[in-house]
Structure formats: C-alpha cells, structure tokens
C-alpha cells in the first residue's frame, strides 16, 4: 500500500493540506506502552508552522485527538488513530495552483498521477503538512525505542552557505540530543545558528528560499539488525527518508566522501571493548552489508530549497496550454530545513522501531 | 520477504558466493514476452568477474539455466527462476573468516545477525557475487520496458581523484548508452578511461582499493509514475540500491548540491514543448513530490572502496575474542565501481518495471 | 499490516466498540470517481443495530464524516479516510468482561494476543461493530466494480432449522440482488422469511441465538481474474470473510457436497454461447485453479450463533483464576445472520476490487 | 507476489508440471537449524505419484537438490532453494491440451490468464505437481515447529460414501499423528480404508474420479497467536489452503454445522485445569475471535474430485471455437485426496510457522 510504511509497525497517513483534518492509523505498536503525550505534543510543537519568522505564518496548533488504540492510559495493541483538524487554511490564495503549475512542486506530476482530480489546494496530499502525523507516530515509537535504550538524535548539518560540525562518528550522548531538541535552529557549534538564521532571513528578503542539510545519529542500537537483501537498514532508512518532501540525497557514514578515499581509509577496525566489539573509526556509519554493527548509525540528507518562492517563475497554465508567468501566493518558509528536522528525527524513529519489532522473529531457534 | 523485491514484479534472490547455485525467481513478468538472450548474457557478462587486471582473477561464466517460466519462446506469466552455479570457488582460502572478522565486512554483523550460522566463505549471501542474478532480471526488465521506449544508461562519474562529467541532464540518446555499454570503464569523456585505470591499478599495487561514483538516466518514463506517501519513485529506486552491496549514498538531480542553493536556482521551470510538458533545467532529476514530471530521471550513488585489501589490518578474532591483526588472502576487486554499473542499471531496470506495471491499475475510472 | 487488507487496494480499519470511534483508511482507490453517499447510507442502514426485534437494542446512526480523500465531489486517489463516532454505549455493562470471559468471544484469547492490554468493552477491536466501516468500504468498491458491470448479491441461505433455496448456479439478475437489499431477512423464498423470524425470537426467547448460512454470487466478472499461487480468487475473498467476526466456514460452488460425489458429476463442460465461452453447469461456482472463468462465482459462508447469550454459562474468571458462572449483561443480537448480508457483500466487493485493479497490469505485453 | 506466501517465513514456488525442474526458495527460515533429510524424503515420498493402483502412473521420485541456504549442516538463515527435477513427462499426451479446454481445469482460464501463453503441458503451473515444493517446505517448518512442541496431523475423514470417524476435538496424541503418516490411507477407523479403496478403484474402473474430505488438528499451538483483523488463524489458513489445487470449502471446529445449532450448544466454556486454560468442548476449533484459545486447532476441507477423466466429455476447442468432445489421454489419478493429506499438513506446518514467527514481535513491552 502507498501510504502504508512498515512490515511490523504499520503507518498509514492520510489527509491533504486543506481538507477536513489529517492523521495517521498506527497499527502493530506494542500492548502496554503507557505514552508520554506532553513529549509528543512537544515534538508536535517543533515541527509546528508560524512559530517564528523563518516560518510561514500559517498558524497551525497541530492539536491532535487519539480515536482509538489507547485504553486505561496504556496501548491496546490494536490500531491507534490519530487525528488532526486543520484550522488556519486560506484556500482563496491556491485557486491558481488547479492549473498554474509551481516550478518544483507536485502540481504537475500530481495532477498527471491523479488524472487531475487531487486536492491542489496548498500542495494536498503532497503538503509538508502531512508530516505531521509522521511526527505523531514518531515520536511514540521513540519512547518505545527509549525502553530500549535507543535513542535518535538529529541536527542542521547545514543551510546554504553556513556549515556546523559533524556528530562525533563514534557517538554522542543523549543529554546532547535532548539539547538539540530545544533549539530553534538545533546545531553544534552554537556561534552557526545566527548565522543560518542570517542565510534564512535574506533569502526570504530576496523573495527566495535556500536549502541545507540534516545529520542524524542512532545510539544503542545492537549489533545483527537489517538483512543484505533488499532490506539493508540503508534501504528501510533511504526508503522512508525519500517520502519526506523536500528530501534529494540520503548518504550513510562518510557517504559520497568515499568516492575519492582508498579501502585503507575506510575501513573501521573492529577491537574488544573489554567484551563488547567496537570499531576504532566509524566510516561506515554503523553498518555493514546492510547490517548494525553495534556502532551508533550516522547518515545525513540534503533538505532542497522550498519551492514555493515569491519571486516570479516561468511555468504554464494547463487551462489554456500556454506558458504563463507566476507569482505564488499563499505563506511559504523561506526554509524548511528547520522544521524538518524533528520529521527526520520521527521518520528515524518509526523506520527503526518496525526494523527493530522484526527482528525479535529471528535466532533463538539453534540446537 | 526480506529477499524478495517488488510489489507487481516480484524478484527473489537466493545463494551464496561458495555454494552450490545462485539464482533468482522472477514473478510477475506480464506473459508473450520472447526474451533475447544473447543480449541477457552480455549484461551478464559485464558484470562477471575474471575479465581484465581492474578485477578479481576469480573465473566464472556465470552461464544460467531457465529452470521454469518460459515455453515455446515466451514468457509463460507464471515464475521464471534461472540458477547460476557456482564453479571457480577456492574456499580455503577463506577458512580464517570463520572466526577472523575483515573490517568494512559483513562477516562480524552477519554472524551476529544468523547467530554464526551463516556461510562466511567468499561473503555468502553477502557477496557481490550475489549481483548476477540481479544483473539477469534486470536486463529481462530492459527488454520489457525497451517496447514502452524507456532505457537505461549509466557511466562511472568518479573513480578516485578523477572524474567524469555528468549526463546531459534534459536527455542524453539512447544509443550513447549503447555505446557506454561496449566500454571496460564507461565514461562520457573518453580520455578519463586511462586515468581511471590507472587509479585502479595504482591501488592494487599498494595492496588497497579505491571507491567512485555512477551516475544513472532513465529515458522516455511517461509522467505521472510513483507516489507521494511512502513510495515515491526516489524511496523505491533507493530502497533497491541501498540494496546492492558497498552503496552508501543516493541523490537524485543535483542531490547534495541543493543545499547551498536557492529556490530560484533549483525550480525547473515549465514550457510546452509543442504540446509536451518539459523543464527547461531538470535539477530535480525529473521527479517532483516523488512522482516523475516527463523529464529524464538523473540520480547519481556512491560505491565505497572494495572492504577486501591485501593489506595487513587490525580486526577481532571470535575465537579467541581478542584482537589481532589480518591479512586477506583470496581474489578480490582493486575497485568494484566498474563491475557495479551495470548492477546499478539492472537494479534501476527491475524497480522500474515494478513502478511501471503497478501504474497501470490508476486512472481511466472517472466519470 | 495485521489491519489492512488488498494489494491494490488497501482498506484499514481501526477502533473499538467503545472507543471514541471506528473508521478506515482507503487507500488506492481511482482518482475522480463520484460517490453516491445515499447509496453507501442504505448499506450501512442495513447493518445498524437496533432496527428490530431481532437486533441488539444498541442505537448507533453510524454517521459518518469524510476526512480527506475526497475533493470537489470526485475521489482524489490519495486516502480517503472516514470516521464514525460511537455515541450510544452502556460501558458499566462490561466491567464484568475485563475479568470474565465470555464463552465463544475473544475476551480470553485477546486477553493472551494483547497481554491484557486489549480494550475489553464490548468486545473492543473484535467487535461486529468493527464491520461498520468494512461496509462503507464495500459501498464505494461496488459503486467502482458497478461501472465494470461486476454487481454481487447476497441472501440468508439458512437459520436454525429453516432453510432458503440456492441462488440460479449460472446467474440471477442484478435486479434480484436489489430487492434482496430491500428485505429486512433477505431469502429468495419470500414464504421463509417469516419462518426464519419465527427461528431467531425463539432462540431470543430461550435466552439463546441460533446461526445460519448466507450464500453469495457475484455477477459480470471477467475471465482470468486470480492467480494459481498462493493469491487464488477463493485464497483472497476466504481471507477477508474469515476476518468477519463469525464466519467459521467458507464453501465455493457445491463446496463440502463435492466430497460425494464423482469427477463427472461435477466437471462443467464448456460451450460457446455464440462467442462468449460458458458452461453449462457451475459446480465449481465459476473459479478454476484458483482463475474465474467469466461464469458467475458462488459461494457460500456459515456465521455462528451469537456467542453472546442471557443463558447462565460455566466460565473462568481471570482474577480470581477459578472457575465462575456467568450472566452476560448488556445488549445483543439473537442471531447475526441477517446483519452479516450487507457485511459479507461488502468484503466480497472490496477485495474483488483489490483483484480487479490488480489484474489491469497483466497482459497486452506480447509481441 | 502471487507465487510467495507468508510474512515472516516467505515461501516462493516455482515450476510447470513438464518443465526442467519445479522448487522452492524458502526465506526467513531461522538459522541454526539442523534438519533432519530422511524425514523430509518421507514427507515427499507420501505425495509422490505411482505408488500404487489409486495414483497416476507418472513415475517421480521426487529427489531434491538444495542450491543454497544450507551450511555445515545447519540452516544459514539466508534463503534456501530447493530444486526438483521434472523427469517421467509424456508430453505429447498434452497436445490437444493446448486448444481442448478440460472441464474443471484451469485450462480455459488459465489460457485467459496469461494471454495464452501459459504452459498447457500437464497443467503447467496449475499442475498438482507444484505441491511437491510446499510438502518439502511444510516438512522443514513441521521440525522446527517440533522444537516448539506443536505437532500437525490429518487424516481423510471422506472419500465418496465412506466416512472415518472426526478427531477427537480436544485433542490427540501426537502418536496417532505418525502412525497416519505411515497409512496409505490414513484414517482413523482401520475398517474404512479397504471401504475407501473400494470407492477410488470402482470410480477408476467407470473413468470417473472421487472426491473426499481431509481433516486436520493442530497440537500445542501456544493461546494468543493470530490477529482480529485482517490477519485471523482462520484468514491465514485458509488463504495457503484455497492455493491447494481442488480445495473447494474449508472449515474450522463444527464449521457448517453451526448453522442449525444455537450459542448455548456451540460455546466452549473455560475451565482451569490446574493453571491452565482449556476448554470442556472444541466446537470453536481452538481459534475464538480469529485468535487461538490454547485448544487444538480443528479443520476440514472438501477435495473435489479429480477434473481429469477418462470419460468422454464436451468441451470446447480455442483454435476452431467450437464445441467439441473431447477424451483425456495421459495418466492421472482417481482420487487425489489421499496424495493431498500431505500437502495440507505441509501447508499447514508453513502458515503456522510464519504466523508463530510472527507472534515473537509482540508483548513484552509492557511498563
């Protein structure tokens, strides 16, 4: 099923941008999980549009309402549905969206996929705006990956022009990603974030938007996770990361670096730590053949410019099959990298829980 | 299935690099296709190992046999498997790997992952070895999308230090990637060949190994392929790469160079082309919001340097679990980036098809 | 995914009897179709409870709210999802049930599936009131297969010790089937429906229920539709029907008869009615090898008593871990049989339709 | 995948009755089992053909070779293929096949199915000749379901007139399970057989053929396996048991029965015996609410007699289109369901594994 993730813990998300409300149906979770729902409102809260003015001004609580699955305050094992009304829509600002095409957007490819009958009105099913429940089902299946002592952390690698510095491959602390959590623009190195949010107020100034780029780090996870074919952890990861709009490149360990590096270079020596295996260097992100090995899992992803721009685009009209020219409408963020990070942080979080419930199925069964 | 690919055309691979066959099932092919099999050998035979001094000396013709799904010169619709046997083996060579863990291997998150009972000679399933029934499936899913006018082609973009330059990204021709095809170390720019090569062989004289680049276009998809949530064409095309052994990193269009980009300098702008809808740049790769706009689909992965070098490494043994050091005996590649071209464009043929043959159940329901 | 069902089309379902709501997710369906809402009403008006004396006193309108998925009064193909609020329950009715468990119900077995954490009310999950929502799926899917001129119908075949004549093997009318809908018991004997009513206040009468049979035929399939392994049309529609709580039994064509009798009384022999091909008898309820045929399918299903009697049972609480006597409390039906008609003609039509768009890939692919 | 069941443990078949070789890639299997190749023999050896004077005279001694997935005598926990090959075809007996459609044989719609182009030969992939793969599997997941002490038996409760006696539904002795194995004709009252083969060997002698009932019963299954929706016990079974050729009806417990019965005859009270659960009757068949009980799991399903007879029959032939009579030449079995009784246990063993595998996930979460 398309809008189905997940062989274990199944997600299902449904809703458009400005149809009735959005939400997700969160099938396969563990009987007995008591949910902390003031964390998922606050990773709810992160991912939120209008909080500040490298946002769009959409105003948007996200208040969710939980329609079944969760009984005497604990999980039932049966699917849990969420849902999330949408409030703050200006339908009016997206009539030209059903035939002027935005440069960079679904409306073409929609309307062509769809035989022109989708929901245009701000992106529809396409919107950023579903990534909302992804948020939801995140951040649950992070405190059920938490009993397990996994946690996942995620930081701005980059917007535009201003760099931070890379997670420390061997693994951080958790404490650090509990920081990140509360930062506006999460970074590093503390002296970026003016900086980005500079790079981010000036595209806006310019009528433009700018992109960047987001690191992620997996701690705790054991060694033996994954399968070679055609289920690599890279595979479910990049699978899920792919349906994140705005997402063009998923990378692992050094990545695209290791195109112009030798073996001897790459290669990440396994030593006892006391009785527990390590690797010295950690290159290749915590994964080989597809496989945990028991190192902390280190990718990074580029985030794309926002497409919706205000400055006048070339495109065309499908109504009178002639080139037009076009000025979006509507509120846009001038960058979406910010507010994707939690959505990383969450597509992390539910990808490793379903890998994670999978592979209690498997060993054990030895003479 | 862990080991099974596809929604509509199903690919299931089995064996191991020192078994007794490799091989694959093929379900879901539509029924009447006559299949040309000189030209599945010559894809098999790019891949095959044992042809020049860049690769292993291991000999294998890799020769198959049909053993079901084909009668009287077509198709039946009902499974195809061939078996590949395996023939060159010296697996004493690889007594050590039983217990001596290769860095950048499999072999330690493996025999965590089968709790040890997983066959460590040459890899097992892990190997690349494991790629030729990849190889056969995909050039059985060129023929089948050739008659819908979709091709494939793909050329090293990197080897080391030296690069070639990109596609075309509006469209190459189809018969450059002919002619790419005849060529030891595809590349665009002819005079990087030799350079190439000599990256490669100046590697395997200081007993190491060097990774590179492969960039990919798939010609002639009609717009309208794919899905928003949670199949978008870049999640399955990844999935199925990150799938083939030593990928670490996947983008599509100007993938991570988006991120010190703006807006304006990303969206491609739309024009009809007569009455075709095209872009006039395609930094998206011709994919929007996951599903294809008309425009050729560029994407570009990276190949880690050969985990296997002859060099003297430090790694575990399981044994004794204590450290020590290793030197690798066995055949194994200097850099595998050549030998995984026409990998990549198999692995892109067979998740095309899929994509392709799902498609046909949308559309013409409306009133 | 445990609670979603088709390949093409994916229908899942979610809530409990007692939770806030029930609903669904349906996924894959064609982009532009124009829904009859009254139409889908009438259906679930069939299934609502407390219609008469022979239902439970349970009042639900089971109303309905469209939340995404629908747009413009077309289908957009991206999910539609729907949600139905349970307004009328008696909770404190099921206290007993968290610790007393129910002969015939899940109470016990779901106790052991969710380790307790179920939500035991009214059965929970496991609820017939889960089928709502399976209804408005089967709605939309026969208003899809209605375009494709496939209509299905369905009677009560028997109740206790009164039974109903046999659908006409090779076909009754789509006219019939919508008279049928229009019948409180729907029979084909108009003189048994006051003789079945007499069967089910007798039982209700004793404190007890009674089971029955419901035959179904599904009209204007074309030949071809199915797969020999492992997804036969009678594989697919025996899974969904025997997810409809009750169903214990699932017979195509003569079905169980068939065990007396010999090949040549059974074999349907083709003939060609003008240039269409048909058989002269259907004993094999118009599927061979698991592939229909173009003749009618027939089947015919057994729903069990109501496990839910007024009658004093022998039973163990699980708190106290001995065994107890138990009064079910609360309100039920004497027989189900005749609300599961509308339940099975909607599992009938939507995994016809999840086999319908599935076939569209095959074929046309020859030289 | 049409041709690949299960979720967890995935069983993919592949072959045509007169092809090179006919198999099975089974994937998923854990690793580090050690089986037991005389007792698989013996599983196959029970289905092979030409035994005797109630079977085809086709002679198959069914000998496997396994291509992978098997090493150093344990299972690798990688896919293991098997193949078999095709030996004693007479295929030109199958000529006519190709243009004389045979009454109750997939002939016609299979040649619908597949454009045509399927093998017609014995059947091809419709052929009962493709449960020899799915004996070999369910005789592997029968050993490891062994470790876990659950057992599977089945005897013919039918052939034409002659009934043995139910199994005791609450259970019987693993014992008895294999002294069935060893029957010809497996039953239960030793009086029936020769009865029975008096059935088989009157309907051969008119050029007829016999059709019969199999029941099973499933020992030791743990309670709280299986799902509410769409995933019941019953689903799944049924689903594999419908992609056993010639399986027209399945039913669980009383299964049909139940129709004329009332809810205070077909409960099954709870009763503590000891700690444990049980039930004082099995009118449920061990599964309540899709979900298992504790209890032995009881099933029946009707084998339709075999379509191939010698008989003179009207039918139609595609080349000319026009009615025909038509005489089946080749060789094929009166009665195929005692040749059946090992291909239900068998598919039986595979459902149970995966949906045992799959129950692992669960649970344990709890706070």
Same mark, same amino acid.
């Given at each position: 099923?398309?809008?189905?993730?997940?062989?274990?813990?199944?997600?299902?998300?449904?809703? =458009?941008?400005?149809?009735? +409300?959005?939400?997700?149906?969160?099938? /396969?979770?563990?009987?007995?999980?008591?949910?902390?729902?003031?964390?998922?409102?606050?990773?709810?809260?992160?991912?939120?549009?209008?909080?500040? +003015?490298?946002?769009?001004?959409?105003?948007?609580?996200?208040?969710?309402?939980?329609?079944?699955?969760?009984?005497?305050?604990? &999980?039932?094992?049966? #699917?849990?549905?969420?849902?999330?009304?949408?409030?703050?829509?200006?339908?009016?600002?997206?009539?030209?969206?059903?035939?002027?095409?935005?440069?960079?957007?679904?409306?073409?490819?929609?309307?062509?996929?769809?035989?022109?009958?989708?929901?245009?009105?701000?992106?529809?099913?396409?919107? !950023?705006?579903? &990534?909302?429940?992804?948020?939801?089902?995140? +951040?649950?299946?992070?405190?059920?990956?938490?009993?397990?002592?996994?946690?996942?952390?995620?930081?701005?690698?980059?917007?535009?022009?201003?760099?931070?510095?890379?997670?420390?491959?061997?693994?951080?602390?958790?404490?650090?990603?509990?920081?990140?959590?509360?930062?506006?623009?999460?970074?590093?190195?503390? &002296?970026?974030?003016?900086?980005? =949010?500079? =790079?981010?107020?000036?595209?806006?100034?310019?009528?433009?938007? %700018? !992109? !960047?780029?987001?690191?992620?780090?997996?701690?705790?996870?054991?060694?033996?996770?994954?399968?070679?074919?055609?289920?690599? %952890?890279?595979?479910?990861?990049?699978?899920?990361?792919?349906?994140?709009?705005?997402?063009? /490149?998923?990378?692992?360990?050094?990545?695209?670096?290791?195109?112009?590096?030798?073996?001897?270079?790459?290669?990440?020596?396994?030593?006892?730590?006391?009785? %527990?295996?390590?690797?010295?260097?950690?290159?290749? /992100? /915590?994964?080989?053949?597809?496989?945990?090995?028991?190192?902390?899992?280190?990718?990074?992803?580029?985030?794309?410019?926002?497409?919706?721009?205000?400055?006048?685009?070339?495109?065309?009209? &499908?109504?009178?099959?002639?080139?037009?020219?076009?000025?979006?409408?509507?509120?846009?963020? #001038?960058?979406?990298?910010?507010?994707?990070?939690?959505?990383?942080?969450?597509?992390?979080?539910?990808?490793?829980?379903?890998?994670?419930?999978?592979?209690?199925?498997?060993?054990?069964?030895?003479?």
């Amino acid at each position: 099923m398309n809008n189905t993730f997940g062989y274990h813990a199944g997600l299902t998300i449904f809703g =458009e941008s400005h149809g009735k +409300a959005i939400g997700a149906v969160l099938d /396969g979770l563990p009987a007995g999980i008591s949910i902390d729902w003031d964390a998922v409102r606050q990773e709810m809260a992160r991912r939120a549009p209008g909080r500040n +003015a490298m946002s769009t001004a959409r105003q948007e609580a996200d208040a969710f309402e939980i329609e079944s699955g969760y009984f005497n305050d604990h &999980t039932t094992g049966t #699917p849990l549905c969420v849902l999330i009304r949408n409030n703050d829509q200006h339908s009016r600002d997206y009539d030209q969206l059903r035939h002027m095409m935005r440069p960079g957007h679904a409306d073409y490819s929609g309307k062509v996929r769809y035989d022109g009958y989708n929901d245009y009105r701000g992106g529809g099913h396409f919107s !950023g705006r579903i &990534t909302a429940p992804l948020v939801f089902a995140g +951040a649950i299946a992070s405190q059920i990956l938490a009993r397990e002592s996994i946690c996942i952390g995620a930081h701005i690698l980059r917007i535009g022009q201003v760099a931070d510095r890379h997670f420390a491959p061997c693994g951080e602390s958790p404490s650090l990603f509990q920081q990140l959590k509360q930062q506006t623009l999460p970074v590093l190195d503390g &002296t970026k974030a003016a900086l980005m =949010e500079q =790079e981010i107020l000036t595209a806006k100034s310019q009528l433009d938007s %700018v !992109g !960047g780029l987001i690191e992620g780090q997996i701690l705790g996870l054991p060694a033996g996770l994954g399968d070679p074919f055609f289920d690599s %952890v890279e595979s479910r990861l990049s699978h899920m990361f792919f349906s994140i709009p705005a997402v063009k /490149g998923v990378a692992f360990g050094d990545g695209f670096d290791m195109a112009s590096h030798h073996g001897s270079e790459i290669n990440d020596s396994f030593y006892y730590d006391g009785t %527990v295996v390590r690797t010295r260097t950690n290159h290749n /992100g /915590g994964i080989n053949g597809g496989i945990t090995n028991g190192m902390p899992v280190n990718f990074h992803l580029v985030i794309k410019p926002t497409a919706s721009i205000s400055k006048e685009q070339d495109t065309i009209d &499908t109504d009178t099959q002639a080139d037009c020219k076009l000025v979006i409408k509507g509120r846009h963020d #001038p960058c979406i990298v910010q507010r994707a990070v939690p959505v990383v942080e969450a597509a992390t979080a539910w990808t490793i829980l379903d890998i994670f419930l999978g592979s209690r199925k498997t060993g054990g069964a030895h003479d």
